[in-house]
């Protein structure tokens, strides 16, 4: 069974961070907040292994105006950008 887009973002946040969530983890909190744990800096090192899994350019607007620090908006911002891929 083909995985989710979400799934797939997910493994490669966990793998690049060499971290695991655990299904208590509530997504619609901001990845930096405390009950999520992650730093300023493993943001940008989530930004780079998707650019680089998926084969997708961001830009700073996409960034900054689409909140990537929220799974949700991650998810969104990487489907919008395989779509003009595509």
């Known amino acids: 069974m083909e995985s989710t887009l979400k ?4 493994d490669v946040i966990e793998k690049e961070l060499n971290i695991h969530f655990t299904d208590n983890v509530d997504y619609q909190y901001s990845l930096l907040d405390p009950r999520v744990g992650l730093k300023p800096r493993d ?3 989530i930004f780079f292994a998707l650019q ?3 084969h997708i350019t961001f830009s700073e ?3 900054v105006e689409k909140r990537f620090d929220f ?3 991650i998810v969104a911002s990487v489907q919008e950008k395989l779509e003009v891929v595509s």
């Open 61 to 63: 607007k996409d960034i």
């Open 7 to 10: 799934e797939r973002i997910i």
């Open 52 to 54: 680089e899994n998926f």
């Open 43 to 45: 943001l940008l090192v």
């Open 71 to 73: 799974l949700d908006n």
